[in-house]
């Protein structure tokens, strides 16, 4: 069965309802932030199918009502970026407010399991080995990958548009964040090697083709690197240079050399500029004849006379 993929992002602003006592966090606990998106890519079987808002100009118990069924009716392994520490505690809390019953989330054990990759797949907790390196923002590891990252808008201009009534732009922001997910997503999963490469190009090459037509897209489709996403200039590392030929010396005349101490092999007769004067010799006794002939074996190498 080939597997299913929703990849999530939501923008908040503070709850008016629920003003903070302590405010020296940047970024409020998750009952405080009130959901003004949700934005969501499926992918089956990594492709894209679908992008969009869940319960576009809805209000946020809506959003909730309508997230949560679809969840429960096609329970996909939900990819986000910083998921774990806030975008599904901040779903939970705020259902928790409307009472709006997530029961997939909670009894489908790989749901919360923090080291599992099924149910939900944090890309940020991932990549920064669970805690024990440092984490980057999305904006980093989209540009990593070929993607511009922030471009015109980050989270920190959400209140005030809102505000503004630019809610349209809220959303168009927030899909491009999606968009920069699952690109991140498909390199990973080439990473762990549940892709091979060829078939990540095959991916991104649609990825690509479903940005482009997407209008809500249009803000980050002109600025992707689409060599560097499609990994179409890597090539194989270059072979190392061949080591100079070293120059021959000039030859010269050579010297005359003392005999050697060790015999020469009886078949080998010894160089006339390496001889020396005889000196005399006592007369030899007669030899005995060889009960067999010292010739080298041709078939052994190593059985040489000595």
Known sequence: MSPTHLVLDIETIPDPELPRIEESERVPPPPHNQIVTIGCMLLEDYVPKRLGVVGEHGGEG??????????GVKRPTVITWNGRGFDMPVITSRALKHGV????????????????SEGHFDLMDFLADFGAAKSARLDAYAKLVGFP?????DGSQVQPMVH???????????LCDVAQTAAIFLRVELLRGNIDRTRYRALARGMLAFIDAHPKLGEIADKINRDSFTLGEVTAHP?????????AA?????EPEPAPDFALAPDLAPDPDFASA???QPEPEPAL???FALAPDPDDPDKTPV
Request: hydrophobic letters at 35%; one cysteine or more; aromatic letters at 12%.
């Open 250 to 254: 000039p030859e010269r005349a050579p």
């Open 149 to 153: 990252g922030k471009v015109g808008v």
């Open 101 to 116: 019953p997530m029961p997939w989330w909670f009894t489908d054990r790989n749901t919360r399991y923090r080291y599992s």
């Open 164 to 174: 503004a009534g630019r809610i349209d732009e809220v959303n168009a922001y927030c």
């Open 239 to 247: 072979a190392p240079a061949p080591e100079p030929t070293p120059t």
């Open 289 to 291: 004849a060889p009960d």
């Open 62 to 71: 809506q959003m909730l009502d309508a997230f949560a069924h679809w969840l």
């Open 278 to 280: 005889p000196e005399p």
